[in-house]
Every structure is written in structure tokens, then in C-alpha cells.
């Protein structure tokens, strides 16, 4: 026997909860995963572009011609560039084993998206807001400079490629037998 009706459910009374610092946080903690989402969309682009620079370089080593060396120098200028960002994002450490990696802006970031998550009931504190404020403003720069990374450093050497002729998908004569 199947029986349904409408319940309310009631805040443990043993806690003082404020309602009003509940939804505050809540609505915080929405806008600090918009954050986290920002976070990996670069991340994520990032490494499918160092990616794709690797396999442009290893496909390219068979057309060897002056386009071709115009566009290995450029790609040469947008690795290194590549590499700066995923350096700034998450540093790599000079040495294996334990690192201090509270630099990079992942670090950062994911550090203040925390402190704002993980509030609770109470409310959020005033250095884990700045903390957040502090993180935010350097993500929206690093994003300015990815941004520009893309329409300037990768649009040109996208544009050389074309101009280069290079696809990877080669046109191969037909294979006769003898």
C-alpha cells in the first residue's frame, strides 16, 4: 500500500540555526563553484592545447620546408608561452617528492572556493571572504591572459598552419603492386 502527503521539515531544534546565514551561504557557495567551473574549463583547455602542439610537432618533422620552419618557430614561441600559464596555474616543482605548490593559482583557488563551501551553518568569515574576493581577481586576470593567449598566440600559429599547407591527414598516392 503506497501512501503519500505533504510534510515540512522542521531545522533541528538543538542547533541555532539562522535561516537568513544558511542562504547567504548557500548562494556563496553557488557563486565559489562558478569559480571551481571557471577554474577547470582553463585547466582543461590548457592541457588539450599542449596536447595538440605535441602532436602538430610530431606530425610536422616529416614536411620539412621553409613554411614548415616558420611555423616550428612559432609553435616553439606558443609552447613556451603554454608553458608559462600551466606554470602560473600549477606550478611544477624543481624536484620530485613533497612540494610546496600554494603558489599556483589552482592552489589558490580551490583553497578559497573551500573556505567558502564549507561554512555551514555559521557564517562565512571575514578572511575566508577576502581570501575568495584575493582569489577571484587573480583568476579573472590569468583568464584575461588565456584569452589573449588564444586570439593572438594560438590564431597565429593556427594561421601559419594553414598557410603551411599542414593537415594530418596526408594526401598519399594510391600503393601499386609490382
Not at 610536422?60 to 596555474?89: F, H, T
Amino acid at each position: 500500500q503506497e501512501v503519500s502527503q505533504n510534510f515540512e521539515v522542521k531545522p533541528d531544534p538543538r542547533l541555532k540555526v539562522d535561516l537568513a546565514v544558511l542562504k547567504a551561504n548557500y548562494e556563496k557557495a553557488k557563486e565559489a563553484q562558478k569559480l571551481s567551473r571557471t577554474l577547470q574549463q582553463v585547466n582543461q583547455r590548457l592541457q588539450q592545447t599542449q596536447r595538440a602542439l605535441q602532436t602538430i610537432r610530431e606530425f610536422s618533422r616529416g614536411q620539412r620546408n621553409q613554411k614548415m620552419m616558420e611555423v616550428m618557430k612559432k609553435l616553439d614561441e606558443v609552447e613556451k608561452r603554454l608553458k608559462d600559464l600551466n606554470d602560473a596555474l600549477n606550478p611544477t616543482p624543481p624536484r620530485q617528492g613533497m612540494a610546496d605548490r600554494s603558489s599556483g593559482l589552482m592552489s589558490q583557488v580551490n583553497s578559497a572556493v573551500s573556505g567558502l563551501t564549507s561554512a555551514g551553518y555559521e557564517p562565512v568569515t571575514q578572511p575566508a571572504q577576502v581570501k575568495y574576493e584575493k582569489a577571484r581577481a587573480r583568476l579573472e586576470g590569468f583568464v584575461r591572459q588565456v584569452n589573449e593567449f588564444y586570439e593572438k598566440d594560438v590564431a597565429g600559429l593556427n594561421k601559419l598552419l594553414q598557410e603551411a599547407g599542414f593537415t594530418l591527414l596526408l594526401n598519399y598516392p594510391p600503393i601499386k603492386m609490382d
